[in-house]
Each structure stands twice: as structure tokens, then as C-alpha cells.
């Protein structure tokens, strides 16, 4: 299949499970985004009231109804047109947020949006989702003002978008017993495209293409863009606590999330 084709399949798999996803997350999103997606994503979005924000592969709208509560104007775009209804399901009517269906891989329809018309893009758990991400790379770079930033999360490339092995083992060392959780990895310089399921029970898995470091960031520097910030927001120790079983929150050492600023440089 090429890129176009890889799209078209990973849209109807959106629409598909865009139900289960909406309830999964409901009106705030799922702990993963409640704990260190929304945190990290607005520590580095650093948001005042007024200015205007993108969010590309919205989802069911969480994390751009938290923007918009934070007083900024939202355009919230998504290619799955369920997923855009049931965003706009749970969005008030007076919200200061707009959703459209919109490819992101679709350079020419993302342009439409308004060349330097925005002050933010924001780009959540969704660059991984997507065949090709050049074409989102070279808009952004058109559609920011000039001192604007794209703020992106992403599995993060080196623990969490590699298929890894989730490890837990037992040792008596010297009378202590140590219950100790790992991860264990195959590859990540060249991975082909998997399929998975982002949640338990998911009723259909999609493809994730993983893509390391170096490459994630490439497309986005081919484009103009320097990084001027990352986080990589993990679990605690407390969360491990309290944790069961085979879950990241058990491997509070080990970040499964990957926050970044992207700007352009003066010229
Ligand atoms: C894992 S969900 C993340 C949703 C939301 N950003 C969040 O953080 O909860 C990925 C989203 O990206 C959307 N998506 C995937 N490929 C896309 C594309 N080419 N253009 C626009 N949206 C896309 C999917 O429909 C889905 O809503």
C-alpha cells in the first residue's frame, strides 16, 4: 500500500472505533493525558488568553476544550469525521472551540486553514498515527505567526512506539525480595510500520508507525523548525505504589510519553 492508501485504511479504522475511543476518554481524557500528555503539553504551550491554537488529530476534542478554558480560540481538526462528531458532541455550544475534518498529511488542505494565523499548533499522541508527517512539518511552518510554536507529544520513540516487552521478575537477593518491572526492546533505528492497539479492548488495532528520534525530527527541521524545549513526562514512585501488574505507571523510571517545542528561528 503507499502513503495515500496507508491514510485511507487508517481513517476507516478511526471511524470505526471513534465510539470506543470517545468513551474510553470521555470529557478530559484518559490518565495518560490527565497525568502527562495535558501537563507537559501546557507547561510547554505556556498559553495566554486570546491568542489562537490548532489541534491536529483532535480526537474527541480533550485536550482542546481544556485550551479553550484557558481562554484561547481553538480550531480543532481531525481526519475522521466521527470522531470530529462526537468531539463536538462534548463541547458546549458556547465553547471558543471550531472542529473540522482535516488530513494532516494533506499539506494543500492544512494551508487552507490560514497562512500565519496561528500563534500554537498542538499535535497529540497522533504523528505516530500517521503515515507521512513532512507535509504537516512544512505547513505548520506556514500557518504559525512568526513567534509561534508547534507543541507535539508523541509515544515516545525510544521506550514506547517499539512494540516493548513488558517485563516484571522476582529475586531473592540476600533475604530481599525484589518484585522489579523492565522493559524489553528488539529494534528501534528501522522498524517497519506494526499494527496495534493503543487501549484494552479496542475493537480494531491500527498501524503505528514508529520512527526514531532522528528521523521524527528530521521532517520537522527539514521544514525550518528548531527544538527549543523537550519533556519526558513518566509516572512516580507513588504512582508505582499504588500500580498493578505489567503498566507503565510500574516503570516510573522509564518515560512512555515525548513532549516538544518546535519553533522558527528569526530570519
Ligand atoms: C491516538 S488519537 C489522539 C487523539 C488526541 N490528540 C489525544 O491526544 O487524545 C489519534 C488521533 O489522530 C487522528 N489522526 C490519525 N491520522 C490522522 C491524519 N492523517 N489527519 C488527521 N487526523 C489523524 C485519529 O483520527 C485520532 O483521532
Known amino acids: 500500500m503507499d502513503e495515500k492508501q496507508l491514510d485511507d485504511e487508517g481513517r476507516a479504522i478511526w471511524n470505526s472505533k471513534a465510539r470506543f475511543w470517545d468513551a474510553l476518554h470521555g470529557d478530559s481524557g484518559n490518565i495518560f493525558h490527565q497525568r502527562l500528555i495535558e501537563p507537559s503539553v501546557l507547561q510547554l504551550l505556556d498559553l495566554s488568553a486570546g491568542e489562537r491554537v490548532l489541534d491536529i488529530g483532535c480526537g474527541n476534542g480533550a485536550l482542546a476544550r481544556r485550551i479553550a478554558k484557558l481562554g484561547a480560540e481553538v480550531e480543532a481538526i481531525d481526519f475522521s469525521p466521527k470522531m470530529i462528531e462526537l468531539a463536538q ?18 499539506e494543500s488542505a492544512l494551508l487552507r486553514l ?49 512494540n516493548p516487552i513488558f517485563l516484571r521478575e522476582k529475586e531473592d537477593r540476600a533475604g530481599v525480595v525484589l518484585d522489579r518491572y523492565a522493559i524489553k526492546l528488539f529494534a528501534y533505528l528501522d522498524m517497519p510500520p506494526v499494527k496495534g492497539s493503543g487501549a484494552p479492548g479496542e475493537p480494531m488495532p491500527h498501524t503505528y508507525y514508529h520512527r526514531p528520534l532522528s528521523a521524527l525530527l528530521a521532517d520537522a527541521f527539514a521544514a525550518g523548525f528548531v527544538l527549543d524545549a523537550l519533556l519526558e513526562p513518566a509516572f512516580t514512585q507513588e ?24 519553533r522558527l528561528p528569526p530570519r
Not at 494565523?117 to 504559525?144: E, G, K, V
Not at 504512582?239 to 518546535?262: C, S, Y
Request: some cysteine; hydrophobic content about 45%; overall charge positive.
Open 89 to 106: 458532541k462534548r463541547s458546549p455550544a458556547r465553547t471558543a472551540i471550531t472542529y473540522n475534518v482535516v488530513d494532516a498529511t494533506d
Open 239 to 262: 504512582d508505582a505504589a499504588q500500580a498493578e501488574g505489567l503498566t507503565w505507571a510500574n516503570l516510573w523510571q522509564i518515560p512512555p510519553v515525548l513532549t516538544g517545542r518546535l
Open 114 to 162: 490560514g497562512e500565519r494565523s496561528y500563534d500554537a499548533i498542538t499535535c497529540t499522541m497522533a504523528l505516530m498515527d500517521m503515515p507521512a508527517i513532512a507535509p504537516l512539518f512544512r505547513a505548520a511552518s506556514q500557518l504559525l505567526k512568526k513567534k509561534g510554536c508547534l507543541v507535539f507529544a508523541t509515544a515516545h520513540p525510544a521506550f514506547n512506539s517499539n
